[in-house]
């Protein structure tokens, strides 16, 4: 018998010969994207990387805390007052409501502390020490990061506890101090010496007496802003920070029934919010604009009204006497601009609470060569250097935003950079990947899934204890919630590429994370894994003819 | 795991499932192995291979690997295919190569059901029922030339799965309309010209239904964009004896004039419109339906398809879209294609 099949006169051959991918004009290729979240974290967490891990519950939660406290090592913390821009750029945002990237956070910040995580130490000593100069978010930040370098790291402190105004401005019904200690102590257990009750007075003096190679300082700015208010002998006048600075050390305050508190920032709030778990009856916050322009985050607001907080918008202090506080009522200009209008009201108080903002002091810098000073912070390059080589500075005495996730992304940078100039070289920043914007995605792809809301305690155990008033979400919200990411820009291994090509052009390098590759010989550039891809991370690029 | 963490908290308001993904890629690695579609498999047979001279983005080539795919894996690899004249054919077997991975006979343009019929009929002769039989075609095959057999493999209910793989034209030989192409669409023989461009409005021919008038044990339509539905339907087939029908929506980026990237777009599309009801049938009788997820107007499906350009272009012809927009929510009303049973009951 023929080995050929009847009637056929050329071997029988497989399609496999003929190479299609010829066809191609354009190629898929894989890639990278920046998801928003992570473009908008200023601790720069990855954040679409650590939700990965923890989607798959149980035995991934440890290792998203470890790829969280590369970036971060205070998460418990972060995940609790972190103001999450991370969440306003979120994606899901745009769908139905962004992932609570916070609330896990702290989810497994929690988990860390409760089971116990370490963390790792990291580098070779190198036999360089380094002074960092404040023990709040952004000094840690770079004691933990540096000493993960290699680097012997002293933290000094002038207060007797550290955190900084971790401790001494947020007020424990945000953040109590338990965790807050747990993250700290596990900073310190990698071998961070703290120094307390140490206040820095002269930073070249410390840096030579201690034979340090550099320096970070983060001193914060602690000084309330005063605001001149015309005021009898016997009113009691009290400014924001020391008043919640003098709660942390154990003062009780005397602040009467009556309290009015002069600011519209979040350290108005807290110290209203504070003033009523004190037991005032009236708390009322005096701000001279409106509920609009007003700085404080809306969830404060919301929060603070919750728990009786009154408000009184577009009025100033004129004056303060006999228990009576004259308010002067003002209107936006065109520019949105206070402006007095005559027209006055009195409003009985038995305090008056000043939360203005605060100013740095930088007093350890005077008489120190280079250092420039603008608008009472101190100016620094994109390396966190100040004009005096080797000393770094970082969180609130640099101009930034005021917040503990500022600070702590400083200390990350200013940690890389002074552990390049210890070796005499420059950190090269990685280049930052496309963002991977709204458009990119194909969400028909995503389930329906709304948001797992975080329990709240009730207003009434809320206006007379200091209690968490945000409880964490639990074993199963937390997954739920962590799965509700749309990993922007980068594969999840959901295999749509591989099942959705026409061709079989798409090969699947293995199990899931092991990724996909493009099988040139026959691609023939139809894009449709591009467009099938649900979080976009796959592009097409022409071919070069 | 996955599953576990399911029932665990199967009582809360908010069940843990498998968002990012749910129930719509391909594969999830959330999920069991044995839950994720035959398509996510790195051992998924590829009945059909790599070099077939499709065009680029051709939803029957990917109807097609879709369809035998999961088939082969329902009969652990004992399948034997009939394919009619068309595309699927002319771009898989230029003499000598083959892009089949499966034993495979061409038939004629118009007798694929026949032999396929014959083919089971020897099989069963042999004692060989073990080995199960596809027969397919275009709808060209199906529902017009092929169609007398068709009837007659679904009356004597002969042990036959066959699949037509709708691209609502006849694409081989050069876009001419068959009895399933749509009202409105431009054709090489239906042109856009005069009072009622394109197609004409009628009543076509509504295989699936005519199918289910035959009382077949098995009747479901699918379409290239929701394979794990697709699959399912292919698998429960397989599982059954005597003559079945799946009808599989394939959008032809050539023939309707869309981007080839869009093949997958466009038949998502045409299920959330309301124009394709995706649905199966048991001896005749509809029992399930794949709800609508977002409803969609039928102009953002006409839109990006050449073959639909007369109604939107210098002389716009909203009175036609109307009508077409009529046919879809007629079919969401007679199929309830809308509203209740949420998402989580569609599909697998
Ligand atoms: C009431 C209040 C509420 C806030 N709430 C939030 C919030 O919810 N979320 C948020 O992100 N941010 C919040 N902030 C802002 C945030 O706390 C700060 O931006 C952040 O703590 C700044 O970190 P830092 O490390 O720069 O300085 P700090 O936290 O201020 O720490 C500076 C440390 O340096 C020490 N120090 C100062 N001078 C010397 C010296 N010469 N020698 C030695 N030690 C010195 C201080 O004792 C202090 O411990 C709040 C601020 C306040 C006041
Ligand atoms: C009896 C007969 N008439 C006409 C042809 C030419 N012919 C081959 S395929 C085809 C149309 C195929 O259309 P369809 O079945 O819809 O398949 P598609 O190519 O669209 O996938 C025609 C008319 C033929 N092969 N045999
Ligand atoms: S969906 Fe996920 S990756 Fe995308 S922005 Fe939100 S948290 Fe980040
Ligand atoms: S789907 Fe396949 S053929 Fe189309 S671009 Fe992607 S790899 Fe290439
Ligand atoms: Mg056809």
């Known amino acids: ?545 | 795991m996955a599953e576990h963490a399911e029932t665990e908290t199967g009582e809360r308001d908010q069940r843990v499932r498998f968002y990012q993904v749910g129930s719509h890629v391909v594969g999830n690695r959330l999920l069991d192995p044995e839950q994720r579609t035959v398509q996510a498999r790195m051992d998924r047979s590829n009945t059909l291979t790599s070099g077939h001279r499709a065009c680029r983005g051709c939803g029957e080539a990917l109807g097609a690997r879709y369809v035998l795919d999961a088939a082969m894996r329902a009969s652990e690899g004992k399948l034997v295919a009939a394919n009619a004249t068309g595309c699927l054919e002319v771009f898989s077997t230029p003499f000598p190569e083959s892009s089949w991975q499966l034993p495979w006979i061409h038939s004629l343009f118009g007798n694929a059901p026949a032999v396929a019929s014959g083919v089971a009929a020897a099989l069963r002769a042999k004692g060989r029922e073990d080995v199960r039989v596809v027969g397919q075609g275009g709808d060209g095959g199906t529902v017009d030339i092929g169609f007398g057999c068709l009837s007659g493999m679904f009356e004597r209910n002969d042990d036959v799965l066959y699949v037509c793989y709708d691209n609502e034209a006849y694409m081989n030989t050069g876009v001419q309309r068959s009895g399933a192409t749509p009202p409105a669409a431009r054709t090489a023989n239906t042109k856009p010209i005069g009072e009622h461009p394109g197609n004409a409005f009628g009543q076509g021919k509504d295989m699936p239904r005519i199918a289910m008038a035959h009382g077949i044990p098995y009747v479901a339509t699918a379409t290239v964009s929701e394979p794990h539905d697709l699959e399912r339907k292919v698998e429960t087939a397989i599982g059954l004896r005597g003559a079945r029908y799946i009808h599989v929506f394939v959008p032809c980026p050539l023939g309707w004039g869309a981007e080839p990237r869009d093949t997958i777009k466009l038949a998502r599309l045409v299920k959330e419109t309301g124009l394709f009801p995706v649905f199966e049938a048991i001896d005749g009788e509809v029992t399930g339906v794949s709800k609508i997820r977002r409803r969609t107007p039928v102009e953002e499906y006409l839109r990006p398809q050449r073959r639909y350009a007369h109604l939107f272009g210098e002389h716009p012809r909203p009175d036609i879209v109307e009508r077409l927009q009529a046919i879809a929510d007629r079919n969401i009303r007679e199929y309830g294609l809308f509203g209740d049973g949420s998402e989580e009951e569609v599909g697998w």
């Open chain 1, 1 to 545: 018998m023929s080995a050929k099949p009847y009637a056929i006169t050329l071997d029988v051959g497989s399609s496999l010969a003929n190479k299609t991918g010829s066809w191609r004009e354009e190629r898929a290729v894989y890639v990278d994207r920046m998801p928003p979240c992570n473009d908008a974290c200023p601790a720069g967490e990855n954040i679409q990387a650590w939700l990965y891990e923890a989607e798959e519950g149980e035995g991934g939660y440890e290792r998203a805390w470890r790829k969280l406290v590369e970036d971060n090592p205070l998460p418990a913390v972060m995940g609790r007052v972190c103001y999450h821009p991370c969440e306003t750029a979120c994606n899901r945002g745009q769908l139905d409501e962004a992932v609570g990237i916070h609330s896990v956070e702290r989810f497994l910040g929690d988990e860390a502390i409760k089971r116990g995580w370490q963390l790792e130490r990291g580098a070779e000593p190198s036999g360089k020490r380094v002074l960092v100069v404040g023990a709040g978010p952004s000094g840690l930040s770079a004691a933990y990061h540096l000493t993960r370098l290699g680097h012997a790291v002293t933290i000094r402190d002038a207060g007797p506890m550290a955190g900084g105004m971790m401790r001494f401005g947020i007020p424990r019904y945000r953040l109590p101090r338990d965790v807050l200690e747990a993250e700290i102590q596990r900073i310190l257990d990698l071998g961070v010496e703290l120094e307390l009750n140490h206040k820095v007075e002269d930073v070249l003096e410390a840096m030579r007496e201690g034979g340090f190679d550099a320096a970070f300082l983060a001193v914060g700015a602690h000084i309330g802003r005063r605001a001149y208010v015309p005021a009898g002998e016997a009113e009691r006048i009290v400014d924001a920070v020391s008043l919640l600075e003098g709660l942390e050390e154990g003062e009780k305050p005397l602040l009467g029934r009556r309290v009015a508190v002069y600011g519209g920032g979040d350290t108005a709030m807290d110290a209203a919010r504070t003033a009523r778990r004190l037991g005032a009856t009236d708390a009322v916050v005096i701000y001279r604009r409106t509920r609009e322009r007003m700085p404080a985050h809306d969830f404060e607001v919301a929060e603070a009204e919750e728990e009786g907080v009154m408000m009184r918008w577009l009025s100033t202090v004129k004056h303060f006497e006999d228990g009576k506080l004259l308010l002067e009522r003002m209107e936006l200009d065109e520019g949105g601009f206070p402006q007095p209008t005559g027209e006055t009201e009195e409003l009985e108080a038995d305090s008056l609470v000043l939360a203005l903002g605060q100013e740095a002091d930088l007093s350890l810098l005077d008489g120190v060569p280079g250092i420039e000073v603008a608008d009472g912070v101190v100016e620094v390059g994109p390396n966190m250097m100040t004009g005096h080589a080797g000393v770094f500075a970082g969180g609130d005495m640099v101009p930034a935003e005021r917040t503990v996730t500022v600070g702590v992304g400083h200390g990350k940078r200013a940690a890389r950079h002074i552990d390049a100039w210890l070796r005499g070289d420059e950190h090269e920043p990685p280049l930052r990947h496309e963002l991977a914007g709204f458009d990119l995605l194909n969400t028909w792809y995503y389930s329906e899934a709304p948001r797992a809301e975080q329990p709240r305690l009730e207003a009434v155990r809320r206006a007379s204890s200091f209690d968490e008033v945000v409880g964490g979400l639990d074993e199963s919200n937390a997954l739920f919630e962590a799965r509700r990411c749309l990993s922007c820009g980068n594969c999840f291994s959901c295999d749509n590429c591989y099942g959705v090509c026409p061709d079989n052009a798409v090969i699947k390098l293995g199990a899931p994370g092991e990724r996909y590759e493009i099988d040139l010989d026959f691609c023939k550039g139809c894009g449709l894994c591009v467009a099938e891809c649900p979080c976009g991370a796959i592009e097409m690029v022409p071919e070069e003819t």
